[in-house]
């Protein structure tokens, strides 16, 4: 992510339903925004929204098929991102490793302790910079941790990124997301490697739309 790269937004709220071309679809579920990439071998989610039957309509209307989700990529694990999982139950789930101890019940609730993360039964566990091959499709995970311990951002095919919650428009440019974060220092110290060291053509939010 440059300054030079990532510098017009499309969309202050979260977006629609919509297919923003042959490969990217964003999928609104009433508390924000999930993504669905296609490959050949199936679709790939980025979160699933909150809800398993939102999920489900929401794809239903662009002709998408829940049960073709071969993998899920979380970038975190709070309700609006994992409650659509048992809509994909046949994909195969990813976390970053640092966000374990919240799936797993070794961390106490945060935010001044009213708030547990989903429970999730299996997953794969992702090291920073860690790249997954699904088909012809290479995602790349990148550990962002500050509004949870274990956030993450995937880049696909080295152009698109998937952000989560880790980054939403400040004074018309992109910083770090200051609502409900966990760790103010650590949000901002990966809003800095983003924008240090990751490029891409355009850049997809949960909650603040897409930018390019």
Known sequence: MTKRVITRALHLRYMPSARIDERVSVVDSGLGNFFICAYEGGLVAFDTGYRAGVAKS?????????????????????????????????AHVYISEDEEPLVAGKRLPRLYGIYRNHRLKAYTL??????????????????????????????VDGDTLFSGDTLAPRNGRLGPNLQFYTDIIALWKSYAKLERHVECKRLFTSHWGAFS
């Open 126 to 155: 992702l090291a920073d910079g860690q790249a997954v091959q699904v088909g012809a499709m290479r995602v790349q995970a990148i550990k962002t941790p500050g509004h949870t311990i274990g956030s993450m951002c995937y880049l």
């Open 58 to 90: 929401g794809m239903a209307s662009l002709g998408l098929d829940p049960a073709a989700v071969t993998h899920v990529f979380l970038t975190h694990t709070d309700f609006d991102h994992v409650g659509g999982l048992p809509a994909f139950p046949h």
